[in-house]
C-alpha cells in the first residue's frame, strides 16, 4: 500500500511482510518489488530485524519516479534475500506503463 492512501494501511501491510519473512526460516528466501518504503522506512527496518534478509543491491539504486523528465530519486523497490546468496550485478530498467523502474 502507498502511504498517500493511508499511512495505518501502509504500516500493516509493512507488519505483514516481516511477520512472513519472519516465519519462513526454511531455506533461502528472496523478497522483492515495489515495497513504498526507503531503507529508513519502518517497512525496511522490520524487514532487516525480524528477517534474516539483506538488501541485495549494492549501494543506493534509485528507482522512483521514472515517469518524469527527471531522473529518479528514491529507491522505493528492494530486492532482500537470505544468507547464500551474492549479488553480481544491478542495473535497473524501463517498464512501460508504470512509475518504477525494474
Known amino acids: 500500500m ?4 493511508g ?5 500493516r501491510d509493512g ?3 516481516a511477520l512472513e519473512a ?7 528466501l528472496v523478497v522483492a518489488g515495489d515495497l513504498n518504503a526507503t531503507a529508513e522506512h519502518i517497512t525496511l527496518r522490520n524487514l532487516r530485524a525480524r528477517g534474516r534478509l539483506n ?7 534509485a528507482t522512483d519516479p521514472a515517469n518524469r523528465a ?4 528514491i529507491q522505493i523497490d528492494h530486492i532482500l534475500t537470505s544468507d ?3 549479488t ?15
Open 15 to 17: 507488519q505483514l511482510l
Open 7 to 11: 499511512t495505518q494501511k501502509w504500516l
Open 2 to 5: 502507498n502511504p498517500v492512501y
Open 70 to 73: 527527471y531522473p529518479p530519486l
Open 55 to 61: 538488501e541485495a543491491t549494492q549501494g543506493w539504486l
Open 84 to 86: 547464500g546468496f551474492s
Open 88 to 102: 553480481l550485478d544491478q542495473d535497473t530498467v524501463q517498464i512501460g506503463g508504470t512509475d518504477h523502474l525494474g
Open 22 to 28: 519472519a516465519r519462513s526460516t526454511a531455506g533461502p
